[in-house]
């Protein structure tokens, strides 16, 4: 997706403000399994998919759980690193061969310091991420496992048949053994 249309998906960005962050950005081949944010590491960046899969996810002595999934358009960065200057807490990891736009934070103040529809699409942004958050909060608390992975398949169906079983089961908290049960029950005529 090119970043005039992943950008106005969320906001009316002008066509001066589209031209100022292609001109700062810089478009980056990423390789299947390779992060473009780091659990525990600071970045500088704000990334775009242009094109791709990626997935969100958070690890814990050992164990790893995946928060979301991204696809053409979506934007991704560590919260804590552009807020406060900290490290990921989350990485992002390419699930296949992408491509995504690379800005740097220090572009993306200047920009939004001369153009406030960036601010502006930046506060839609992270309004509905915590939206997001919150839907998923309650999706994963209020419904049992066959109705989780059901909803999955008709809120995301063009993801559902690209993301690795694993991932899927991590992200609906159950385990791949229950995605076949339930998928054994679902195909059954």
Not at 6 to 11: D, H, I, K, S, V
Not at 92 to 115: G, P, T
């Amino acid at each position: 997706m090119e970043l005039a249309e992943a950008l106005r998906y969320t906001y009316p960005v002008t066509d001066k403000t589209i031209n100022m962050l292609l001109d700062a950005a810089e478009l980056v081949q990423v390789k299947k399994k390779e992060a473009i944010v780091e659990q525990g590491k600071r970045t500088n960046y704000l990334f775009f998919v242009k094109e791709g899969l990626f997935r969100v996810a958070y690890e814990c002595e050992g164990k790893e759980d995946t928060i979301c999934f991204g696809l053409d358009g979506d934007p991704f960065t560590s919260m804590h690193s552009l807020h406060k200057n900290e490290p990921a807490q989350f990485s992002c990891i390419a699930l296949i061969d992408s491509v995504v736009y690379k800005i740097s934070f220090s572009d993306i103040y200047r920009i939004m310091n001369e153009n406030h529809d960036l601010a502006f699409w930046m506060n839609n942004l992270l309004v509905e991420q915590v939206y997001a958050f919150e839907r998923r909060y309650i999706f994963l608390s209020n419904f049992d496992a066959p109705t989780r992975y059901e909803q999955f398949i008709k809120m995301r169906p063009e993801l559902f048949s690209r993301i690795p079983m694993k991932y899927l089961a991590q992200y609906l908290k159950m385990q791949p053994e229950t995605i076949s049960r339930i998928r054994a029950k679902i195909t059954k005529p």
